[in-house]
């Protein structure tokens, strides 16, 4: 289990590994506010290490 209270998965970034991320992806100052980064580049993550079709990712991804 990660520090922030959700179960690690397999082909998910690490909290050492999303430290080292987070600093670098620009945060939105306008318009509607955007889901949790670390869920996105979790499921871009999954889809580059698996080559599952976007559609076919698990909901827990976003949409």
Not at 25 to 41: E, F, K, L, N, S
């Amino acid at each position: 289990m990660g520090d922030h209270g959700v179960v690690l998965r397999r082909n998910e970034l690490t909290d050492q590994q999303w430290e080292l991320l987070a600093p670098l992806i620009p945060r939105a100052v306008t318009g509607r506010p955007r889901v949790d980064d670390r869920q996105v580049i979790n499921g871009m993550v999954r889809k580059i290490r698996t080559g599952i079709t976007w559609r076919d990712l698990p909901e827990r991804y976003g949409r």
